[in-house]
Protein backbone atom coordinates (compact mmCIF):
# COMPACT_ATOMS: atom_id res chain seq x y z
CA UNK A 1 0.00 0.00 0.00
CA UNK A 2 1.45 2.94 -0.90
CA UNK A 3 1.56 6.47 2.00
CA UNK A 4 -1.16 8.39 -0.23
CA UNK A 5 -3.41 5.64 -0.09
CA UNK A 6 -2.89 4.78 3.36
CA UNK A 7 -2.61 8.38 4.73
CA UNK A 8 -6.28 9.25 2.61
CA UNK A 9 -7.73 6.27 4.86
CA UNK A 10 -6.22 7.65 7.91
CA UNK A 11 -8.20 11.41 7.32
CA UNK A 12 -11.17 9.25 6.39
CA UNK A 13 -11.17 7.40 9.50
CA UNK A 14 -11.00 11.38 11.29
CA UNK A 15 -13.76 12.59 9.51
CA UNK A 16 -15.85 9.59 10.44
CA UNK A 17 -14.99 9.40 14.07
CA UNK A 18 -15.96 13.16 14.54
CA UNK A 19 -18.78 13.24 12.40
CA UNK A 20 -20.57 9.89 14.47
CA UNK A 21 -19.34 11.86 17.98
CA UNK A 22 -21.20 14.42 16.99
CA UNK A 23 -23.87 12.76 16.87
CA UNK A 24 -23.82 11.10 20.22
CA UNK A 25 -25.03 12.94 23.22
CA UNK A 26 -25.70 10.19 26.35
CA UNK A 27 -22.56 8.17 28.10
CA UNK A 28 -23.23 4.69 27.67
CA UNK A 29 -23.19 5.64 23.79
CA UNK A 30 -19.99 7.18 23.83
CA UNK A 31 -18.15 4.68 25.80
CA UNK A 32 -19.64 2.48 22.89
CA UNK A 33 -17.83 5.02 20.64
CA UNK A 34 -14.62 4.65 22.26
CA UNK A 35 -14.75 1.32 22.54
CA UNK A 36 -14.89 1.18 18.58
CA UNK A 37 -12.04 3.40 17.85
CA UNK A 38 -10.10 2.98 21.13
CA UNK A 39 -10.57 -0.73 21.99
CA UNK A 40 -7.87 -3.05 21.56
CA UNK A 41 -9.45 -4.30 18.20
CA UNK A 42 -10.74 -0.59 17.38
CA UNK A 43 -9.95 1.49 14.19
CA UNK A 44 -7.43 3.11 15.72
CA UNK A 45 -5.43 -0.09 16.55
CA UNK A 46 -6.00 -1.08 13.10
CA UNK A 47 -4.77 1.75 11.45
CA UNK A 48 -1.79 1.42 13.51
CA UNK A 49 -1.14 -1.97 12.50
CA UNK A 50 -1.28 -0.96 8.80
CA UNK A 51 2.38 0.77 9.62
CA UNK A 52 4.46 -2.54 8.49
CA UNK A 53 2.68 -2.69 5.39
CA UNK A 54 4.55 0.72 4.02
CA UNK A 55 7.85 1.31 2.39
CA UNK A 56 10.32 1.83 5.69
CA UNK A 57 10.80 5.62 3.82
CA UNK A 58 6.74 6.26 4.53
CA UNK A 59 6.45 4.88 7.91
CA UNK A 60 7.44 8.22 9.66
CA UNK A 61 5.16 10.62 7.90
CA UNK A 62 2.34 7.73 8.32
CA UNK A 63 3.08 7.07 11.87
CA UNK A 64 3.10 11.13 12.76
CA UNK A 65 -0.66 11.37 11.07
CA UNK A 66 -1.95 8.54 13.00
CA UNK A 67 -0.94 9.96 16.04
CA UNK A 68 -2.14 13.62 15.47
CA UNK A 69 -5.42 11.97 14.44
CA UNK A 70 -5.26 9.77 17.85
CA UNK A 71 -4.94 13.23 19.99
CA UNK A 72 -7.97 15.07 18.06
CA UNK A 73 -10.48 12.32 18.59
CA UNK A 74 -9.13 11.45 22.07
CA UNK A 75 -9.59 15.21 22.80
CA UNK A 76 -12.90 15.27 21.05
CA UNK A 77 -14.28 12.32 22.93
CA UNK A 78 -12.90 13.96 26.58
CA UNK A 79 -15.36 16.89 25.64
CA UNK A 80 -17.92 15.20 24.48
CA UNK A 81 -17.95 13.24 27.57
CA UNK A 82 -17.70 15.90 29.72
CA UNK A 83 -20.73 17.78 27.93
CA UNK A 84 -22.67 14.70 28.38
CA UNK A 85 -22.29 14.47 31.87
CA UNK A 86 -23.25 17.66 32.60
CA UNK A 87 -26.24 17.75 30.99
CA UNK A 88 -27.07 14.76 32.19
CA UNK A 89 -26.65 16.34 35.75
CA UNK A 90 -28.70 19.09 34.76
CA UNK A 91 -31.73 17.19 33.36
CA UNK A 92 -31.51 15.15 36.92
CA UNK A 93 -32.06 18.28 38.88
CA UNK A 94 -34.57 19.97 36.95
CA UNK A 95 -36.58 16.46 36.91
CA UNK A 96 -37.01 16.67 40.58
CA UNK A 97 -36.28 19.79 41.97
CA UNK A 98 -34.98 20.39 45.26
CA UNK A 99 -37.54 21.79 47.66
CA UNK A 100 -35.64 23.47 50.17
CA UNK A 101 -38.87 24.37 52.12
CA UNK A 102 -39.84 20.83 52.95
CA UNK A 103 -38.96 19.77 56.76
CA UNK A 104 -35.48 17.66 57.10
CA UNK A 105 -35.47 13.69 57.47
CA UNK A 106 -34.94 13.47 61.25
CA UNK A 107 -31.88 11.74 62.13
CA UNK A 108 -32.25 8.98 64.79
CA UNK A 109 -30.15 9.56 68.08
CA UNK A 110 -28.71 6.36 70.08
CA UNK A 111 -28.61 6.62 74.11
CA UNK A 112 -27.09 5.40 76.41
CA UNK A 113 -28.91 2.14 77.62
CA UNK A 114 -31.03 2.25 80.63
CA UNK A 115 -28.48 -0.26 82.49
CA UNK A 116 -25.67 1.00 81.46
CA UNK A 117 -26.86 4.74 82.58
CA UNK A 118 -27.86 3.44 86.30
CA UNK A 119 -24.10 2.02 86.50
CA UNK A 120 -22.43 5.22 85.46
CA UNK A 121 -24.78 7.04 88.30
CA UNK A 122 -23.52 4.42 91.17
CA UNK A 123 -19.96 5.04 89.67
CA UNK A 124 -19.88 8.84 89.79
CA UNK A 125 -21.50 8.46 93.23
CA UNK A 126 -19.06 5.86 94.80
CA UNK A 127 -15.98 7.76 93.34
CA UNK A 128 -16.82 10.99 94.51
CA UNK A 129 -16.43 9.21 98.09
CA UNK A 130 -13.25 7.56 97.00
CA UNK A 131 -13.56 4.69 96.01
CA UNK A 132 -12.01 2.56 92.45
CA UNK A 133 -13.97 0.25 90.18
CA UNK A 134 -12.53 -2.76 89.55
CA UNK A 135 -14.20 -5.25 86.83
CA UNK A 136 -13.61 -9.13 87.93
CA UNK A 137 -13.50 -11.95 86.07
CA UNK A 138 -17.88 -13.48 85.05
CA UNK A 139 -16.11 -16.95 84.82
CA UNK A 140 -15.47 -18.24 88.03
CA UNK A 141 -13.93 -21.37 90.00
CA UNK A 142 -15.67 -22.93 92.47
CA UNK A 143 -13.28 -21.66 95.10
CA UNK A 144 -13.95 -18.29 94.27
CA UNK A 145 -17.60 -17.96 94.06
CA UNK A 146 -18.50 -20.18 96.97
CA UNK A 147 -15.29 -22.11 99.28
CA UNK A 148 -12.99 -18.90 99.88
CA UNK A 149 -16.40 -16.92 100.67
CA UNK A 150 -16.86 -19.40 103.64
CA UNK A 151 -19.01 -21.59 102.06
CA UNK A 152 -16.99 -25.23 101.33
CA UNK A 153 -18.49 -27.94 100.09
CA UNK A 154 -22.06 -29.30 101.17
CA UNK A 155 -22.43 -25.89 103.16
CA UNK A 156 -26.16 -25.33 103.16
CA UNK A 157 -25.96 -21.74 102.35
CA UNK A 158 -24.50 -22.43 99.14
CA UNK A 159 -28.48 -23.31 97.95
CA UNK A 160 -29.16 -19.65 98.74
CA UNK A 161 -27.57 -18.94 94.51
CA UNK A 162 -28.87 -21.76 91.77
CA UNK A 163 -25.93 -22.17 89.17
CA UNK A 164 -24.77 -22.69 86.41
CA UNK A 165 -22.16 -24.97 86.26
CA UNK A 166 -19.54 -25.27 83.14
CA UNK A 167 -19.30 -28.70 81.61
CA UNK A 168 -15.71 -28.07 83.12
CA UNK A 169 -15.94 -29.59 87.23
CA UNK A 170 -15.47 -26.80 89.30
CA UNK A 171 -15.93 -24.10 86.36
CA UNK A 172 -18.95 -22.04 86.95
CA UNK A 173 -21.25 -18.64 86.39
CA UNK A 174 -20.45 -16.23 89.10
CA UNK A 175 -23.84 -16.23 90.88
CA UNK A 176 -22.75 -12.65 92.75
CA UNK A 177 -19.74 -10.22 92.62
CA UNK A 178 -18.45 -11.20 95.83
CA UNK A 179 -16.01 -13.71 94.63
CA UNK A 180 -14.08 -10.19 93.08
CA UNK A 181 -13.78 -9.52 96.83
CA UNK A 182 -11.02 -12.47 96.79
CA UNK A 183 -9.59 -11.55 93.70
CA UNK A 184 -9.29 -7.77 94.89
CA UNK A 185 -7.72 -8.44 98.27
CA UNK A 186 -5.31 -11.05 97.01
CA UNK A 187 -4.53 -8.25 94.65
CA UNK A 188 -4.06 -5.40 96.89
CA UNK A 189 -3.17 -7.04 100.21
CA UNK A 190 -1.81 -5.62 102.52
CA UNK A 191 -2.93 -2.00 101.16
CA UNK A 192 -6.01 -0.81 102.69
CA UNK A 193 -8.96 -1.38 99.92
CA UNK A 194 -11.74 0.74 98.78
CA UNK A 195 -13.84 -0.49 95.83
CA UNK A 196 -16.86 -1.20 93.57
CA UNK A 197 -16.69 -4.39 91.71
CA UNK A 198 -19.37 -3.83 89.25
CA UNK A 199 -20.84 -6.86 86.77
CA UNK A 200 -22.79 -9.26 85.26
CA UNK A 201 -23.91 -12.24 87.50
CA UNK A 202 -25.91 -15.33 86.77
CA UNK A 203 -28.74 -17.84 88.62
CA UNK A 204 -30.05 -20.56 87.59
CA UNK A 205 -33.67 -18.97 88.30
CA UNK A 206 -37.08 -18.98 87.89
CA UNK A 207 -37.62 -15.72 85.53
CA UNK A 208 -40.43 -13.60 87.04
CA UNK A 209 -40.83 -9.97 87.08
CA UNK A 210 -38.57 -9.46 90.06
CA UNK A 211 -35.53 -11.56 88.90
CA UNK A 212 -33.76 -12.80 85.65
CA UNK A 213 -31.05 -15.56 84.76
CA UNK A 214 -28.30 -12.71 84.31
CA UNK A 215 -28.43 -9.20 85.73
CA UNK A 216 -26.13 -7.03 87.22
CA UNK A 217 -24.17 -6.70 90.58
CA UNK A 218 -22.23 -3.94 91.97
CA UNK A 219 -20.10 -5.45 95.31
CA UNK A 220 -18.38 -2.80 97.48
CA UNK A 221 -15.42 -3.73 100.18
CA UNK A 222 -13.59 -1.58 102.21
CA UNK A 223 -10.80 -2.59 104.37
CA UNK A 224 -8.22 -1.39 106.49
CA UNK A 225 -7.26 -0.74 109.98
CA UNK A 226 -10.83 0.14 111.96
CA UNK A 227 -13.13 0.02 109.37
CA UNK A 228 -16.58 -0.64 111.62
CA UNK A 229 -20.59 -0.98 110.93
CA UNK A 230 -20.74 2.67 111.65
CA UNK A 231 -18.88 3.41 108.18
CA UNK A 232 -20.79 0.84 106.27
CA UNK A 233 -24.11 2.38 107.18
CA UNK A 234 -22.72 5.64 106.90
CA UNK A 235 -21.51 4.93 103.47
CA UNK A 236 -24.82 2.97 102.40
CA UNK A 237 -27.00 6.36 103.37
CA UNK A 238 -24.93 8.51 101.60
CA UNK A 239 -25.05 6.43 98.52
CA UNK A 240 -29.25 6.30 99.08
CA UNK A 241 -29.87 10.10 99.42
CA UNK A 242 -27.60 10.55 96.62
CA UNK A 243 -29.25 8.27 94.38
CA UNK A 244 -33.33 8.22 95.48
CA UNK A 245 -32.59 11.85 97.76
CA UNK A 246 -31.58 13.84 100.32
CA UNK A 247 -34.49 13.33 102.36
CA UNK A 248 -34.62 9.36 102.46
CA UNK A 249 -33.92 7.46 105.02
CA UNK A 250 -32.53 3.79 105.46
CA UNK A 251 -33.40 1.03 108.00
CA UNK A 252 -31.19 -1.89 108.71
CA UNK A 253 -32.39 -5.47 109.45
CA UNK A 254 -29.96 -8.55 110.53
CA UNK A 255 -29.73 -11.15 107.96
CA UNK A 256 -27.65 -14.06 107.08
CA UNK A 257 -24.61 -14.34 104.43
CA UNK A 258 -21.48 -16.79 105.00
CA UNK A 259 -19.11 -14.49 104.44
CA UNK A 260 -20.31 -11.41 106.46
CA UNK A 261 -20.46 -11.52 110.21
CA UNK A 262 -23.13 -9.52 111.36
CA UNK A 263 -24.96 -9.33 107.88
CA UNK A 264 -27.14 -7.00 107.46
CA UNK A 265 -30.14 -6.28 104.64
CA UNK A 266 -30.66 -2.63 103.66
CA UNK A 267 -34.17 -1.05 102.89
CA UNK A 268 -34.99 2.45 101.97
CA UNK A 269 -38.04 4.07 102.57
CA UNK A 270 -40.73 5.14 99.93
CA UNK A 271 -42.34 8.42 99.58
CA UNK A 272 -46.05 7.82 100.88
CA UNK A 273 -46.77 10.50 97.55
CA UNK A 274 -46.09 7.80 95.73
CA UNK A 275 -49.23 5.68 94.34
CA UNK A 276 -47.26 2.90 93.58
CA UNK A 277 -45.75 2.64 97.42
CA UNK A 278 -48.38 0.45 98.68
CA UNK A 279 -48.05 -2.12 96.26
CA UNK A 280 -44.12 -1.87 96.26
CA UNK A 281 -43.61 -1.74 99.84
CA UNK A 282 -45.88 -4.85 100.25
CA UNK A 283 -47.77 -1.76 102.42
CA UNK A 284 -44.62 -1.63 104.97
CA UNK A 285 -43.69 1.48 103.56
CA UNK A 286 -40.00 0.41 103.03
CA UNK A 287 -37.95 -1.60 100.18
CA UNK A 288 -34.94 -3.86 100.22
CA UNK A 289 -32.12 -1.98 98.25
CA UNK A 290 -28.79 -4.76 98.99
CA UNK A 291 -27.12 -7.12 101.30
CA UNK A 292 -24.06 -6.04 103.48
CA UNK A 293 -22.13 -6.80 106.50
CA UNK A 294 -18.69 -6.48 108.00
CA UNK A 295 -16.35 -9.09 106.00
CA UNK A 296 -15.80 -12.41 107.71
CA UNK A 297 -12.52 -12.89 109.13
CA UNK A 298 -12.53 -16.50 107.62
CA UNK A 299 -12.81 -14.23 104.15
CA UNK A 300 -10.17 -11.95 105.52
CA UNK A 301 -7.58 -14.27 106.04
CA UNK A 302 -8.99 -16.34 102.72
CA UNK A 303 -7.55 -12.57 101.26
CA UNK A 304 -4.38 -12.51 102.37
CA UNK A 305 -5.29 -10.32 105.52
CA UNK A 306 -4.97 -10.51 109.44
CA UNK A 307 -8.32 -10.37 110.91
CA UNK A 308 -6.51 -9.19 114.26
CA UNK A 309 -4.89 -6.09 112.38
CA UNK A 310 -7.85 -5.16 109.81
CA UNK A 311 -11.48 -5.08 109.80
CA UNK A 312 -13.78 -4.25 106.51
CA UNK A 313 -17.32 -4.10 104.82
CA UNK A 314 -18.86 -5.32 102.10
CA UNK A 315 -22.14 -4.62 99.97
CA UNK A 316 -23.73 -6.36 97.21
CA UNK A 317 -26.34 -4.64 95.34
CA UNK A 318 -28.83 -4.99 91.94
CA UNK A 319 -28.76 -2.11 89.67
CA UNK A 320 -31.76 -3.44 88.07
CA UNK A 321 -33.83 -3.40 90.99
CA UNK A 322 -32.30 -0.12 91.98
CA UNK A 323 -33.32 0.80 88.40
CA UNK A 324 -37.02 -0.26 88.84
CA UNK A 325 -37.70 1.45 92.06
CA UNK A 326 -36.29 4.47 91.10
CA UNK A 327 -38.24 4.70 87.35
CA UNK A 328 -41.55 2.89 88.34
CA UNK A 329 -40.70 -0.39 86.29
CA UNK A 330 -42.30 -3.43 87.12
CA UNK A 331 -40.85 -6.31 85.04
CA UNK A 332 -37.20 -6.49 85.02
CA UNK A 333 -37.43 -8.86 81.47
CA UNK A 334 -37.70 -5.05 80.18
CA UNK A 335 -34.04 -4.74 80.83
CA UNK A 336 -32.77 -6.99 77.98
CA UNK A 337 -35.50 -7.39 75.52
CA UNK A 338 -34.28 -4.60 73.32
CA UNK A 339 -37.32 -3.36 72.64
CA UNK A 340 -37.35 0.18 71.32
CA UNK A 341 -40.26 1.53 73.07
CA UNK A 342 -38.91 1.28 76.79
CA UNK A 343 -35.44 2.02 76.04
CA UNK A 344 -36.12 5.10 74.29
CA UNK A 345 -38.16 6.45 77.81
CA UNK A 346 -34.78 7.08 79.12
C1 LIG B 1 -25.76 -11.59 97.23
O1 LIG B 1 -25.62 -11.95 96.08
C2 LIG B 1 -24.57 -11.21 98.08
N1 LIG B 1 -23.37 -11.54 97.39
C3 LIG B 1 -24.63 -9.76 98.45
C4 LIG B 1 -23.64 -9.36 99.50
C5 LIG B 1 -22.40 -8.85 99.12
C6 LIG B 1 -23.90 -9.54 100.84
C7 LIG B 1 -21.45 -8.53 100.08
C8 LIG B 1 -22.97 -9.21 101.81
C9 LIG B 1 -21.77 -8.69 101.40
P1 LIG B 1 -28.33 -11.53 97.11
O2 LIG B 1 -28.52 -12.88 96.61
O3 LIG B 1 -29.35 -11.01 98.07
O4 LIG B 1 -26.94 -11.35 97.78
O5 LIG B 1 -28.25 -10.53 95.87
C10 LIG B 1 -27.92 -9.16 96.02
C11 LIG B 1 -28.81 -8.31 95.11
O6 LIG B 1 -28.72 -8.78 93.76
C12 LIG B 1 -30.28 -8.40 95.46
O7 LIG B 1 -30.61 -7.48 96.45
C13 LIG B 1 -30.93 -8.05 94.14
O8 LIG B 1 -30.97 -6.65 94.00
C14 LIG B 1 -29.96 -8.59 93.13
N2 LIG B 1 -30.46 -9.88 92.61
C15 LIG B 1 -30.35 -11.10 93.16
N3 LIG B 1 -30.93 -12.04 92.41
C16 LIG B 1 -31.42 -11.40 91.32
C17 LIG B 1 -32.12 -11.83 90.15
N4 LIG B 1 -32.39 -13.10 89.91
N5 LIG B 1 -32.46 -10.89 89.24
C18 LIG B 1 -32.14 -9.58 89.46
N6 LIG B 1 -31.48 -9.13 90.53
C19 LIG B 1 -31.13 -10.01 91.46
Same mark, same amino acid.
Given at each position: ?????????? =????? *?? =?????? !?? #?????RAWHTKYFGDKGEMAGALRK??? =????????? %???????????????? @?????????? !???????????????? *??????????????????????? #???????????????????????? &???? &?? *??????????? $??? !?????????????????????????? $?????????????????????? %?????????????????????????? @????? *??????????? $?????????????????? =??????????????????????????? &???????????? $?????? !?????? #???????? #????????
Amino acid at each position: MSELNATAEL =LELEK *RG =LQELQA !LT #DEPALRAWHTKYFGDKGEMAGALRKVGT =LPPTERKGY %GQEANRIKQVLTDAYD @QALAKAKENA !LLASLSESPLDVSLPG *RPTRHGRVHIATRIMREIYGIFS #DMGFQIHRTREVEDDLNNFEYLNM &PPHH &PA *RDMWDTFHTTT $PGV !LLRTHTSPGQIHVMREFCPQPIRAVL $PGMCYRYEAITTRSEIQFQQVE %GLVIGPNVTMADLKGTITAFARRLFG @QERQI *RIRSSYFPFTE $PSIEVDIDWPKEDPNADR =LTKGTGWLEIMGAGMVHPTVLRNGGYD &PDQVSGFAFGMG $PQRITM !LKYAID #DIREFWKN #DLRFLQQF
